[in-house]
């Protein structure tokens, strides 16, 4: 079986920096697009940012110019390096991977989340 488990939240004083990692295991033949969402009680969950296997990124508004998307694909990891953190970006943030299981099956999987938590 495949799962995805992140890494690095937690709480962080405004205008500072956190890492988050999320690694993939089990079967795995290849994996497309790795990304990051998060989500915030009663609100539906955002885009943070996604990257392709070939390393192309696209990030969600509110957070350009400040967050870094990255991926090791060796280790099946995918990164989010998080600077200048405002209180705003408190939330869940949720690892999301497409991946290979054989030759014809693909899947979508998202990770439990992790907690980030950024005070003024």
């Known amino acids: 079986q495949v799962q995805l488990v992140e890494s690095g939240g937690g709480l962080v004083q405004a205008g500072g920096s956190l890492r988050l990692s999320c690694a993939a295991s089990?079967?795995?033949?290849?994996?497309?697009?790795m990304g990051w969402y998060r989500q915030t009680p009663g609100q539906q969950r955002e885009l943070v940012a996604v990257?392709?296997?070939?390393?192309?990124?696209n990030y969600g508004d509110s957070v350009k110019a400040r967050f870094t998307i990255s991926r090791d694909n060796a280790k099946n990891t995918v990164y989010l390096q998080m600077n200048s953190l405002k209180p705003e970006d408190t939330a869940v943030y949720y690892c999301?991977?497409?991946?290979?299981?054989?030759?014809?099956?693909?899947?979508?999987?998202w990770g439990q989340g992790t907690q980030v938590t950024v005070s003024s």
């Open positions: 990257i392709s296997s070939g390393g192309t990124p």
């Open positions: 089990g079967s795995i033949f290849g994996i497309f697009d």
């Open positions: 999301n991977a497409e991946i290979r299981r054989t030759a014809i099956v693909w899947n979508n999987y």
